[in-house]
């Protein structure tokens, strides 16, 4: 298996996703289809420019900190750390407050088994699905994901709805048979949370009814949008994904017209969609349009090469780095950007 076509979609995705989601954050679709009407969609932010937010980057530095620590938790968990200390500091748009908390105790001092806080946010599961893709075994990835998940949130529904996100990532590299509905049918027997589950069943049974994730959406309550909280993210993202697993715009799209948290769906969709096809069922144009500096699609391949060699248990990687002072100047133009959307949205039309 071409585990790099993986990764790199992987990646890509979330960085596709996200950048096609921004535009719309916040919004309800309502509000959003009458400013910036229906499909196709692009990720453009404004005037042609493609943003990706901190979706992007956490799966970024999670997969960074995943080749520096060969295997090892506890050095995951350090890396990790330092890399959010450094984020935080380049001083990032649109950010969570549980993982601003979290960050700004790093900083402070604490240590990464100390610095979470107890929220149910979806920061962990917008970060987790490049870990179900890079290991095997599952209970090493267990592991991870409970490290990646308590140093920003320690809400046990935080840590199951990034487990379940990096699992379905890496279904077809696990080489399960599975379908994403039974793969979905079986999460529910197996995750405690009694909400998440029931949000699940419901995922189940709306796509055996043949329902659009609009209107399981709808039927689930979420009229409005999709919030950031977790188990309202993680289902709707894993329905878009079980409802097109074949058709990465497709997916993306019917993400981003759900409203509400646009960006983080639909980067969790589009990278489990995009881990399971690889990159090449990502839209070329979509790729071709990504903005993204220091980072850029050329930095991402980089970055899906490294890992790739830590999953063959190569030794001595180093990943490309992150350019911090150069992420500076970027996140100067990308808030201002927001700003300025923002005072659009005090416009008509409602």
């Known amino acids: 298996m071409n585990r790099y076509n993986h990764i790199l ?3 890509l995705g979330t960085a596709v996703g996200d950048a096609v989601g921004l535009r719309r954050e916040g919004l309800s679709r309502q509000r959003a289809m009458k400013m910036y009407g229906g499909s196709p969609l692009s990720p453009n932010l404004l005037l042609g420019l493609s943003f990706c937010s901190d979706d992007t980057e956490h799966t970024q530095m999670v997969g960074r900190a995943l080749i520096a620590s060969i295997d090892n938790v506890e050095e995951f ?3 990790l750390a330092n890399q959010l200390r450094a984020w935080l500091l380049t001083v990032p748009a649109g950010v969570g407050l549980a993982t601003v908390k979290a960050c ?9 088994k100390r610095s979470g806080v107890f929220s149910a946010g979806n920061g962990p599961a917008m970060r987790s699905a490049i870990l179900g893709v890079c290991i095997d075994s599952d209970t090493q990835l267990c592991e991870f994901i409970r490290s990646s998940t308590r140093i920003t949130h320690t809400d046990p529904k935080a840590e199951e709805g990034a487990l379940l996100v990096a699992r379905a990532a890496r279904l077809k590299i696990s080489g399960s048979k599975g379908d994403p509905v039974g793969f979905i049918d079986q999460a529910c027997t197996e995750i405690c949370d009694e909400e998440l589950r029931t949000n699940l069943q419901a995922v189940v049974v709306g796509l055996k009814k043949s329902k659009t994730p609009l209107e399981y959406c709808e039927s689930q309550g979420w009229s409005k949008g999709v919030s950031g909280y977790v188990n309202h993210t993680v289902p709707a993202a894993l329905y878009c994904w079980a409802n097109s697993p074949d058709n990465f715009r497709q997916c993306v799209e019917n ?5 509400g948290d646009t960006d983080s769906v639909t980067a969790i969709a589009g990278a489990i969609c995009g881990s399971n096809l690889g990159v090449d069922s990502i839209p070329a144009e979509w790729i071709n349009q990504l903005s993204e500096w220091p980072r850029t699609v050329h930095w991402n391949e980089e970055l899906a090469k490294s890992l790739v060699e830590v999953s063959e248990k190569q030794r001595s990687i180093k990943p490309p780095s992150m350019h911090w002072l150069a992420t500076y100047p970027r996140n100067l133009l990308f808030t201002a950007i927001v700003l300025g959307i923002g005072f659009r949205r005090l416009l008509p039309p409602y």
């Open 9 to 11: 979609g992987c990646l």
């Open 104 to 112: 700004c105790k790093l900083l402070l001092g604490f240590s990464p």
């Open 255 to 259: 993400a981003v017209l759900l409203g």
């Open 77 to 79: 968990e350090r890396h």
